[in-house]
């Protein structure tokens, strides 16, 4: 195991979008898990979601690091001084959350074990936005680290329902989103439409929807059924980045904000053993295939 501290930036989402580099500047850390041996491996780098790292980013971890592929736990809270942001999502932009990605992605790539040509990206809920959005070639123009993108991109009950300019125009790698139909937090609806709109421009997409199922349905420490009766929802908020660097709340016409009157309150999360152990089988197969690894 490697402890690391990485720099990184603190953004408002117009300063993401128009790649603005005054935000905020932190230090955030990162747990890096290594199979034994010597020789140079895959890597996923784990974003998890609005209420930290839990015990579904440690599981996943475990499974990956089984079978031989080293792991990035990133933590996007505790640097900046965040415990959750599942009350207040204004705390941190979802953005900024992509900027860590692609530095998790610049640190791997210039580790002595990591294939760099065989590192994926993983995240949950807000850090599943991070893992998906962080495929747009736009976004990686603007942030990445130059000559190299992730090999896959694993997104997690994710977040997709704001439409950005040019956001069909993504990675040629694959891309597998992995939802509930019974979330209540983030809606698989948007989900469904926009990678109806992916395969259609021709990207390599697949969804996975798992009947009846809620969010975080992959952490079993969670409950079959629990309340969050203070949850921060956008679901009925309608929105576009109509001009590059402003997302318009449709339903008001200006800039969205999270006092807006479509903004609302609670939702459930809970876990599924079905759902999670198919999701587990799915995941280490795809990957296993991508990356011609033994079984």
């Known amino acids: 195991m490697e402890i690391y501290s990485m720099e990184t930036l603190t953004l408002t989402d117009k300063q993401f979008l128009l790649g603005e580099r005054d935000g905020k500047p932190v230090r955030i850390g990162a747990e890096l898990r290594l199979p034994p041996g010597a020789a140079r491996i895959p890597a996923v780098v784990l974003i998890h979601g609005s209420g930290g790292v839990g015990a579904n980013v440690d599981g996943w971890a475990q499974e990956l690091k089984a079978m031989g592929v080293a792991v990035l736990i990133l933590d996007a809270f505790t640097g900046r001084g965040i415990k959750q942001t599942i009350t207040d999502q204004s705390q941190l932009p979802n953005f900024s959350m992509v900027v860590d990605a692609y530095r998790g992605l610049d640190l791997l790539s210039q580790h002595p074990r990591i294939d760099p040509r065989r590192i994926a990206v993983m995240g949950f809920s807000k850090g599943g936005f991070a ?7 736009r ?6 680290p130059p000559g190299i993108e992730f090999a896959a991109y694993i997104p ?3 977040r997709c329902d704001i439409r950005f300019l040019d956001d069909e125009n993504l990675s040629d790698h694959p891309i597998r989103f992995f ?12 989900t469904r439409r926009y990678v109806d709109r992916l395969k259609r421009a021709g990207k390599d997409v697949q969804l996975t929807v798992y009947e ?9 420490l969670n409950p079959p059924v629990f309340s969050l009766p203070d949850a921060i929802l956008s679901n009925n908020c309608r929105r576009e980045e109509k001009q590059s660097g402003n997302i318009i709340n449709l339903g008001t016409g200006k800039t969205f ?16 053993r079905r759902a999670h152990e198919d999701a587990t089988s799915i995941v280490k197969e795809f990957l296993r295939r991508q990356w011609r690894l033994q079984p």
């Open 257 to 272: 904000s999270w006092n807006d009157p479509c903004v609302t309150r609670g939702a459930t999360i809970g876990y599924d």
């Open 131 to 137: 893992a998906l959005y962080s495929s747009m070639r």
């Open 156 to 158: 997690f009950y994710a």
């Open 139 to 144: 976004f990686q123009r603007l942030w990445g």
């Open 212 to 220: 009846g199922v809620r969010h975080c349905f992959d952490n079993p």
């Open 179 to 190: 939802h509930g139909s019974a979330d209540d937090y983030v809606p698989v609806g948007p």
